[in-house]
């Protein structure tokens, strides 16, 4: 065999090793990735103690404090096994500003797309689960980018630390609406139907 075609040969053989490699790794990332729901949620106290949609939470921002934003919600992405930001996500709600008592503006928001999805674990038995056949309750936190009906933009960040949960997780949300940074998510209390969300991993 002459060099130039031993040449031609081993470049070939070069860049067809080299696709299937790629599409390996394709395969794989396809095959890890998480598709989840997520629920800012009603919690009823019981017994039994059971969560539904439809709840609502506050978080807070600095400078002053009085400035706060509640939320409802829910909706679904698909967070790719690279750990990097999807556009596969879809949802929204409604949110609401206040300045202490006073509600400063109102409307609905939707999901754009994903930024990050921290799967910690799922959650332990105790309690009831009446969201639906949406999969495996689980513990996390995600960020979202959000669109507001006002025009403004703005990031919707998820935790949910449910039974069994690793210490470190806030449960509630934090939110961003243009400049506003409501970073202090307002934690649930005993008793309280605030504040409260969960993850199902559908797959």
Same mark, same amino acid.
């Given at each position: $065999?002459?060099?130039?075609?031993?040449?031609?040969?081993?470049?070939? %053989?070069?860049?067809? $090793?080299? !696709?299937?490699?790629?599409?390996?790794?394709?395969?794989?990332?396809?095959?890890?990735?998480?598709?989840?729901?997520?629920?800012? &949620?009603? +919690?009823?106290?019981? /017994? /039994?103690?059971?969560?539904?949609?439809?709840?609502?939470?506050? !978080?807070?921002?600095?400078?002053?404090?009085?400035?706060? =934003?509640? +939320?409802?919600?829910?909706?679904?992405?698909?967070?790719?096994?690279?750990?990097?930001?999807?556009?596969?996500?879809?949802?929204?709600?409604?949110?609401?500003?206040?300045?202490?008592?006073?509600?400063?503006?109102?409307?609905?928001?939707? *999901?754009?797309?994903?930024?990050?999805?921290?799967?910690?674990?799922?959650?332990?038995?105790? &309690?009831?689960?009446?969201? @639906? /056949?949406?999969?495996?309750?689980?513990?996390?936190?995600? =960020?979202?980018? &959000?669109?507001?009906?006002?025009?403004?933009?703005?990031?919707?960040? =998820?935790?949910?630390?449910?039974?069994?949960?690793? %210490?470190?997780?806030?449960? @509630?949300?934090?939110?961003?609406?243009?400049? *506003?940074?409501?970073?202090?998510?307002?934690?649930? +209390? /005993?008793?309280?139907?605030?504040?409260?969300?969960?993850?199902?991993?559908?797959?």
């Amino acid at each position: $065999m002459s060099t130039s075609r031993l040449k031609l040969v081993l470049v070939i %053989a070069v860049a067809a $090793m080299g !696709a299937a490699l790629w599409l390996g790794t394709a395969g794989v990332q396809a095959a890890g990735s998480d598709h989840v729901s997520w629920d800012i &949620i009603n +919690l009823s106290f019981g /017994p /039994p103690v059971v969560f539904s949609a439809g709840g609502s939470a506050f !978080a807070t921002a600095a400078n002053p404090n009085t400035l706060r =934003i509640k +939320l409802t919600g829910a909706g679904t992405f698909v967070a790719p096994a690279s750990g990097g930001h999807s556009n596969a996500a879809t949802g929204g709600g409604t949110w609401e500003t206040f300045n202490g008592a006073i509600s400063t503006g109102s409307g609905s928001y939707w *999901v754009t797309g994903l930024t990050t999805w921290q799967f910690a674990n799922f959650q332990a038995a105790g &309690i009831i689960d009446s969201i @639906g /056949p949406v999969g495996t309750a689980a513990n996390g936190s995600a =960020i979202l980018r &959000i669109h507001y009906s006002d025009g403004s933009e703005g990031v919707l960040g =998820i935790g949910c630390h449910g039974p069994g949960a690793p %210490a470190g997780i806030v449960e @509630g949300v934090i939110a961003t609406k243009d400049v *506003v940074t409501y970073w202090n998510a307002n934690p649930p +209390l /005993p008793g309280v139907n605030l504040n409260r969300t969960v993850f199902h991993i559908l797959k």
